[in-house]
């Protein structure tokens, strides 16, 4: 079976086995940073649910400089550089960044809301219909580690 959810290089290629548990328009500093865009579709799988032809290949940095200690590594191909994935060391999610991580984002469903919206930054809310948090929407619940 083709996973709708495939993404990655020509030397490491990502794929999903299961659909996001998380899927959002996530609009929080980090991200920001590291696409260049205001806000980035993003999709959260459970770690078990994606696999990695050559994790030997992926290069491994912290998703967020200003807290290098955390969670999320950002996954990098050390042949070409592309970016691949965000890999969780707790083992609870890996994370796609569709239009940046060679996937297809027209196979991915649409975001259901906005994630990390801040107020104080000088951008207007959303108002395309769907919901607006400060985080993750309030129901989501962390995975337990694979």
């Given at each position: 079976?083709?996973?709708?959810?495939?993404?990655?290089?020509?030397?490491?290629?990502?794929?999903?086995?299961?659909?996001?548990?998380?899927?959002?328009?996530?609009?929080c500093?980090?991200?920001?940073?590291?696409?260049?865009?205001q806000?980035?579709?993003?999709?959260?799988?459970?770690?078990?649910?994606?696999?990695?032809?050559?994790?030997?290949?992926?290069?491994?940095?912290?998703?967020?400089?200003a807290?290098?200690?955390?969670?999320?590594?950002?996954?990098?191909?050390?042949?070409?550089?592309?970016?691949?994935?965000?890999?969780?060391?707790?083992?609870?999610?890996?994370?796609?960044?569709?239009?940046?991580?060679?996937?297809?984002?027209?196979?991915?469903?649409?975001?259901?809301?906005?994630?990390?919206?801040?107020?104080?930054?000088?951008?207007?809310?959303?108002?395309?219909?769907?919901?607006?948090?400060?985080?993750?929407?309030?129901?989501?619940?962390?995975?337990?580690s694979?």
């Open positions: 079976m083709t996973s709708p959810y495939a993404g990655g290089c020509e030397h490491v290629h990502i794929k999903a086995s299961a659909e996001p548990i998380d899927n959002h328009e996530c609009h500093n980090v991200c920001k940073g590291v696409t260049g865009q806000h980035t579709h993003v999709a959260f799988f459970n770690y078990g649910d994606v696999s990695v032809d050559h994790p030997e290949k992926m290069k491994r940095q912290p998703f967020n400089a807290n290098p200690n955390g969670p999320l590594e950002l996954c990098t191909c050390a042949d070409c550089g592309a970016a691949l994935m965000l890999d969780d060391k707790e083992k609870r999610i890996r994370v796609a960044v569709p239009n940046v991580m060679g996937y297809d984002d027209a196979a991915f469903p649409t975001a259901s809301y906005h994630a990390f919206y801040d107020e104080s930054k000088p951008y207007e809310k959303p108002s395309d219909g769907r919901p607006v948090y400060e985080g993750l929407r309030p129901d989501f619940t962390w995975p337990a694979a």
